[in-house]
C-alpha cells in the first residue's frame, strides 16, 4: 500500500463520535439562576453574555436544562390555546423561581448608564429543534391585563409578538413554556443605540433540554414557523398587550397583517371614540401599526384598519375596542430642587423621593415651557434624579417625574416643580384659590383665580391634565375668573390650570392646582356650604410665588446630566414615553 493509500486510510478511520446536547456545555437547572442574554458594551460593539452565578459566559458553553418535574410538567391551560391544545402536555420554568428547574431571565445591567440612547431590545429570530415531539414550539409570557390574571406574550414564534425590550439596568423574568420535550436553540438578536447614535447589535442562540438529557441526540433543525396571517384571508389586528388592556404610561400599538399585507403596505386607520357616532380617518396612522399613548379619553375607543392598494381598499378589518386605566398609585412622589434661586447658565439639581419606598426605581422626567399645552419627555432621564441647564426661555417651565413599573405602567407623579425667572414686579400672575382642600368623586368644586397686573382685555381658561399624561384638556365652555365644576374619579391626582391670555392668543401668566385630590367614595356626609365655606376661608392658593416654586434668574435649554443615588436599584424596564 502506498504512503497516500496509508494517509487516506488514517484520515477516514475516525469514527464520528455521538453527541448528546449537553457535550461541552456546562449544563444549569435545579433552582440555578441564569441571565440567559445578558449584552455588554466592549470595544464600541454590543456583545451577548450569559450571566451565571460564576460569571460571564459564552451561551454557546451553556445548556439550561427543565427536567421533567411535578412542577414543571403541566397541562396547557386553556389561556394557552394559542400555543397548542388546551389540556396537552406541556413544561415549564416559571417566571417565579421552580427549584426544581433552571430560572432563566434576561438582564440589561451589564451597560454602564450613559453608555446607551434610549432601550435595548431582544429580537426572536427564529429556533431549532432535535426530538421526537411532533409540533414543537415555546412560548415566553408574563401575566398582563387588567387584574395581572391574562396571559401576556412576549416572544412567540410565528406571532406577532417577537420583541421585547427594556432600560438599562433592568433585570426581567418571565414564564418559558415548552409543548414538547427534547432540545431548543433558541435563536436571539439583541439591538441598541450609542449614546453617539450608532446603531449596534449582536446575535446568539441560547440551548434549551427540556425533559431527561439523552447521552445521544442528532443536531436540532431548523424549524419552519409559519406566520400567523399566513392562513387568514382577512385582516387581523392584534393588539400589543392582552385584549387591547392599556395602563396609562403604556403604548398602545395595534399590528395589521394578512396574507396581502407586505413591508410596502399602506394602511387607513378608522377611529371612534366613546361617545362619537362615527368613525373618522387618523391621517396621521399609515403603517401597518397604529400606535398612540393610552391617555383616558382613548377608554372605549374602537378603531379598524383598511389595507390599501393603489389608494383603493383591498381588505378592512374587524374593530378592536382599546380599554385604558390608570393604576392606583403605589407611593407618593415628591420632587424637591437643590436650591431656590438660580442664575443663568446654572444647573438645577432635582430629586426625587417615594413615600413609601417601594422597588419601583424606573423614572421619566417631564418638562412643560409656559404656554405649552403637553409635557414633553426629557430625553434619557431615566433615574431618580435628573439635572436641568437653565436659561430664561424655561421661565414659568414645569417639571414632573413619573415613576413606572416594569411593564412600564405610571405608579406616581409628583406634584410639578415651578421653574420662575428672578422677580418680576410688574409681570401678570395668576393663583387659584380652591374651596376645599380634598373632595369626593360628585362634588361641585368652586376655583378662583386671581389675577394680578393684567391688561382690561385678558382672558382666563381652564383645563385639566390627569395624572401620568402629557396634555391639557380645556374644560369645555370654562372661561372667566371662577370655574364651577362637577368633579368626576379620574381627576384625583390630575393638575388644574387657569391661564391668562391677553391679545387673542398670548399667554402672560400661568397657575393652578398641583394635584387635586378626589376620592372615589365619600368619606363621610357631605359638606354643607357653611363647611365649603370655612375651607376656602382657609384659603388654598397654588400660584409662582408659592412654596412650590423654584425661583431662577435665567433658565433653558436641556443639557442632561444622569446620576444616580448609591442606593438606586436597578429598574425593570421598557420603552420610554
Known sequence: MSLGGVLALTVAAPAQAATGPADGRRVLGAGQHVDAVYPVVEDGGLHIRTLTDKGEAEPKELALHIPDTKTSHITLPEEYGFLGKPGSDAWLTSQTQDMSVVWPGWSFEGIA???????????????????????????????????????????????????????????????????????????????????SGKAVEDSTTVRFIVGPVPDTQKPPVEQKV???????????????????????????NLTAASTRTDEESRFRWHVKKKGESSFTPDPEQKTAVFSAKPDRVLDGTRVYAELLDAGKVVQTSEPITLHVRAHTPTTRLTVTADRSAYEDGDTAHLTSAQDPKTADEHYH???????????????????????VALTPELDGAQVVARLFDADHA?????????????ARPSETTVSVEQDATTYTAGDKAVFTARVANADPDATVVWSVRKSGENPFTEVAGAKGLTLEHTLPADWDGAQLRATVTQGGSE??????????????????????????????????????SGAAVVAVLAVGTLLIRRRTRPEDVASEGDERV
Not at 409570557?141 to 387588567?146: I, R
Not at 422626567?365 to 439635572?387: H, N, T, V
Not at 405610571?410 to 428672578?422: C, I, K, M, R
Open 410 to 422: 405610571v405608579l406616581a407623579e409628583s406634584s410639578p416643580v415651578t421653574l420662575a425667572v428672578g
Open 226 to 252: 409559519t406566520h400567523y396571517a399566513d392562513s387568514a384571508d382577512a385582516l387581523l389586528l392584534t393588539p400589543s398587550k392582552v385584549d387591547a388592556e392599556y395602563f396609562v404610561g403604556q403604548t398602545i
Open 507 to 544: 399667554v402672560v401668566a400661568e397657575g393652578g392646582v398641583p394635584a387635586l385630590k378626589v376620592s372615589a367614595q365619600a368619606a363621610g356626609p357631605a359638606k354643607s356650604p357653611e363647611e365649603k365655606g370655612s375651607s376656602s376661608a382657609a384659603a388654598l392658593w397654588w400660584s409662582l
Open 365 to 387: 422626567w417631564y418638562l412643560k415651557r409656559q404656554g405649552q399645552d403637553a409635557y414633553e419627555w426629557i430625553e434619557e432621564s431615566r433615574l431618580a434624579d435628573q439635572d
Open 113 to 195: 448608564g450613559g453608555v446607551l440612547k434610549g432601550t435595548v431590545s431582544i429580537e426572536l429570530d427564529g429556533f431549532s429543534y432535535a426530538g421526537e415531539g411532533d409540533a414543537p414550539t415555546f412560548a415566553v409570557t408574563q401575566p398582563g391585563g387588567f387584574g395581572n390574571k391574562k396571559v401576556s406574550q412576549l416572544l412567540v414564534p410565528g406571532s406577532a409578538f417577537t420583541t421585547v425590550s427594556g432600560e438599562v439596568g433592568s433585570h426581567t423574568h418571565a414564564n418559558w413554556l415548552f409543548t414538547e420535550q427534547g432540545t431548543y436553540d433558541i435563536d436571539l438578536s439583541v439591538h441598541a443605540t450609542l449614546s
